[in-house]
């Protein structure tokens, strides 16, 4: 079945070590997203890819870095991970060749805590 | 002041009760209108879509839009203790423009 899928759904770190997030998906979409989803803030984009070529910066990007590997791999890096990274992080994707061309769809969260 | 305006709850009501969640917004250029659902410690899935203004049905939920008043509605019909979860608006003004999001709203239906 088409599908989101990130690994790993939870990880504890510690102050400084470098964290990579993965994310693939089955559903052929071009576009791909990474959230983080705090208490009262809701979700903010980090980063976000309309192809394998394109990277673009979201509304808190500052200590994040992504790589696009291919159309169905996008992962996201910590490079020095703090306690304030502390969230659960969402991968998402979206098609723009359907007339709902914004409609996302989510993978199932990776919950991160930072020591 | 935020983009999206979305109020928290907690909102708790007995089951079978209609349930109404809400959003404003101050973007008008605002064209197309999501709901999410969020299962505690689960990703957000897709639960309606609409563009522009109108309602739109599916089976117990129906999502309403009013761009003159800058406001969307998710009516729930005969709530069921499975609908309880957080409910996420989101919208965009097309064109492959990115989704803003509400905070969220925490809705338990009760037995």
């Known amino acids: 079945d088409a599908d989101v899928t990130q690994t790993p759904r939870n990880r504890i770190t510690k102050t400084g070590k470098r964290i990579m997030l993965e994310c693939s998906q089955t559903?052929?979409?071009?576009?791909m997203y990474w959230y983080r989803q705090d208490p009262g803030l809701g979700l903010r984009l980090i980063y976000y890819s309309f192809d394998v070529k394109d990277i673009n910066k979201g509304e808190i990007s500052d200590g994040y870095s992504v790589s696009r590997q291919a159309q169905a791999k996008f992962s996201l890096s910590l490079e020095s991970a703090i306690p304030n990274q502390t969230a659960l992080y969402f991968c998402a994707t979206s098609d723009p060749s359907t007339p709902s061309t914004d409609t996302q769809y989510f993978g199932p969260g990776t919950r991160l805590t930072v020591l | 002041q935020k983009e999206v305006e979305q109020d928290p709850g907690p909102l708790s009501v007995p089951e079978g009760a209609i349930v109404s969640l809400n959003c404003t917004y101050s973007n008008s250029a605002f064209q197309y209108f999501m709901w999410y659902r969020q299962y505690s410690r689960k990703g957000p899935e897709l639960l309606m879509y609409t563009y522009s203004s109108g309602n739109k049905e599916d089976g117990r939920f129906t999502a309403q839009v009013d761009k003159s008043s800058k406001y969307i509605s998710l009516f729930i019909r005969d709530s069921q203790p499975s609908d309880s979860a957080t409910y996420l608006c989101a919208m965009s003004a097309g064109g492959g423009n990115k989704l803003t999001f509400g905070t969220g709203t925490q809705l338990k239906v009760e037995l």
């Open positions: 559903k052929g979409h071009d576009r």
